[in-house]
């Protein structure tokens, strides 16, 4: 079905409406995405009923996707989603009021990072006094802060050249610990191989902060 710009404009409301249920129902059938060797429905369609002859269907991204989502793309070291949450702000920040707002106006930012199953010490967090550590937030929020153009320039060069120098991570790793590798050695070698593949992770989720963290600069 091919409908040109200017014509939809033209068509009545319930020519529209029957289109786009259409190709909604359309999408929520047909678009799929693999994990493995199965395929799983990208779209989930979910109803919400108003009394008892009206209702409202909308559509969600199946949870399993936007994990796999996230995933695939720090595996190839894009950094958009965390991109956004992280960028300096262009003015002053909102002050602090407890331990759960504060910081970004329209992204909450929690002043701790806290496993929600530690229930425990979110309790604490919610019911103690924190004016004091709001105060010293505030504090730094309102100090305003620019780049060292020629300590930037330096760590951009020793980024080109491979890094590994200072606080900056190693560019690449030696080698990649295949599940081959692993399978094939010795016991002893298994837990050398295993130390080393668990050394590139950490330096990947090193890259991935640096290389954030330019991205800001």
């Known amino acids: 079905m091919l409908v040109d710009d200017q014509q ?43 009394g008892a002859t009206h209702s409202q269907g909308y559509l969600v991204f199946n949870k399993s996707f936007v994990e796999k989502f ?19 702000m262009v003015y002053k920040p909102a002050p602090w009021k407890n331990y759960n707002f504060g910081g970004y106006y329209l992204k ?12 425990e010490a979110v309790k604490y967090l919610n019911r ?3 004016t004091n550590m709001c ?7 309102s100090i305003k802060w620019r780049v060292n153009s020629r300590v930037l ?17 190693k560019r690449f ?7 081959e590798m692993i399978r094939e050695a010795s ?11 668990q050394q590139n992770k950490e330096q990947h989720g090193l890259r991935c902060e640096f290389l954030l963290r330019m991205r800001m600069a």
Do not use: C
Request: proline residues 4%.
């Open 128 to 130: 103690a006094d924190l």
């Open 187 to 197: 016991f002893g070698e298994k837990l050398k191989l295993l130390k080393e593949h």
């Open 70 to 88: 996230i995933s695939e793309l720090d595996k190839i070291h894009d950094l958009n989603l965390q991109l956004e949450r992280s960028l300096p």
């Open 135 to 141: 105060n010293v937030l505030d504090y730094l929020s």
């Open 8 to 50: 939809i404009g033209s068509m009545n409301k319930q020519t529209q409406i029957k289109i786009g249920g259409f190709l909604t129902n359309l999408m929520t059938k047909t678009l799929k995405y693999k994990v493995g060797r199965r395929d799983f429905l990208l779209l989930k369609p979910q109803t919400v009923r108003h």
């Open 108 to 119: 909450q930012t929690k002043m701790a990072k806290v496993h929600p199953q530690f229930r």
């Open 153 to 169: 320039e330096v760590i951009e060069h020793i980024w080109s050249i491979g890094g590994g120098l200072g606080e900056v991570p």
């Open 173 to 179: 790793n030696e080698r990649s610990i295949t599940p």
